[in-house]
T-cell receptor, first 113, second 113 residues
């Protein structure tokens, strides 16, 4: 089944403790992206990647890192999480541009205390 | 800069009534336009899209949307609401690269029995 898999689904952590949210897709898509979703703010892009070793900042990249060493994986790293990074995070991928649609993961609900 | 405006963060309709969710965009060139749906505790999935050709596009679950260039609108409609339509709906427009999407803030559709 074609899908984007995110792990974990839920995560509670403490301020300053480094964490990684994994994202993997099995569709050989070139494009991958991370979003955060907050009430009333919709989806805001954190980082995106057009292909292996090619990443770029989105609208809200502060406090986040990404890497794209393999085509299928695009992990999101929070080096020193803070409470304002408490949010619902989504990974998405696309093969060939937005016209083909994005495939989204099921989301990761992160709480930083 | 491109932007997407969804009128109403919450829309409430009775079961069996017409559903109308409004989306207006700003773009200097003809865009690609999308509606995505997010059911509770799930990721987003593509509902329908306009790229070229016929301006009335049909999507899944009986939804359709009409691209009106003169009004810069792409409103989503469904003739008769079902309880299962309760979800959050996002309108999006492609940017010039046609890889990135500009998102609206979302409209939560509430269905009353």
């Amino acid at each position: 089944e074609a899908q984007v898999t995110q792990n974990p689904r839920y995560l509670i952590t403490v301020t300053g403790k480094k964490l990684t949210v994994t994202c993997s897709q099995n569709m050989n898509h070139e494009y991958m992206s991370w979003y955060r979703q907050d009430p009333g703010l919709g989806l805001r892009q954190i980082y995106y990647s057009m292909n292996v070793e090619v990443t770029d900042k989105g609208d809200v990249p502060e406090g986040y890192k990404v890497s794209r060493k393999e085509k299928r994986n695009f992990p999101l790293i929070l080096e020193s999480p803070s409470p304002n990074q408490t949010s619902l995070y989504f990974c998405a991928s696309s093969g060939g541009g937005s016209v083909y649609g994005y495939t989204f993961g099921s989301g990761t609900r992160l709480t930083v205390v | 800069a491109q932007s997407v405006t969804q009128l109403g963060s919450h829309v409430s309709v009775s079961e069996g009534a017409l559903v109308l969710l409004r989306c207006n965009y700003s773009s200097s060139v003809p865009p690609y336009l999308f509606w995505y749906v997010q059911y509770p505790n799930q990721g987003l999935q593509l509902l329908l899209k306009y790229t070229t050709g016929a301006t009335l596009v049909k999507g899944i679950n009986g939804f359709e949307a009409e691209f009106k260039k003169s009004e810069t609108s792409f409103h989503l409609t469904k003739p008769s609401a079902h309880m299962s339509d309760a979800a959050e709906y996002f309108c999006a427009v492609s940017d010039q690269s046609n890889y990135q999407l500009i998102w609206g803030a979302g409209t939560k559709l509430i269905i009353k029995p």
